[in-house]
């Protein structure tokens, strides 16, 4: 029943993609990990997950000379920003 909205922004040297939820959003003391090899709530919530899915995407992202990062609150959802180069 979740909502997930996808958008995109381009400059001159960019293109930003932004993907949000409405989900149950995650704390400042977790923000800082999520992109972390092995890290994962998913255990908590939905039983399954490896913490490696964020973890792959980073690097991934940062491979293609990228930035990936997200912003979040508890019960206010998430929004998950990745950048990449336009050259």
């Known amino acids: ?7 995109s922004e381009e400059s001159d040297s960019e293109v ?5 939820d409405n989900g149950k959003g995650i704390s400042d003391a977790d923000i ?4 972390d090899r092995y890290y994962s709530k998913a255990m908590k919530f939905r039983k399954v997950g490896t ?5 792959l995407s980073k ?3 940062l491979s293609h000379n990228g930035k990936i990062w997200a912003e979040s609150k508890p019960d206010k959802g998430s929004v998950f920003y ?3 180069p336009k050259n």
């Open 1 to 7: 029943g979740g909502i997930i909205s996808v958008e």
């Open 16 to 20: 930003v993609i932004k993907i949000k």
């Open 32 to 35: 800082d990990k999520i992109f």
């Open 51 to 55: 913490g490696l899915g964020l973890y």
């Open 59 to 61: 690097q991934i992202i």
């Open 82 to 84: 990745f950048s990449l």
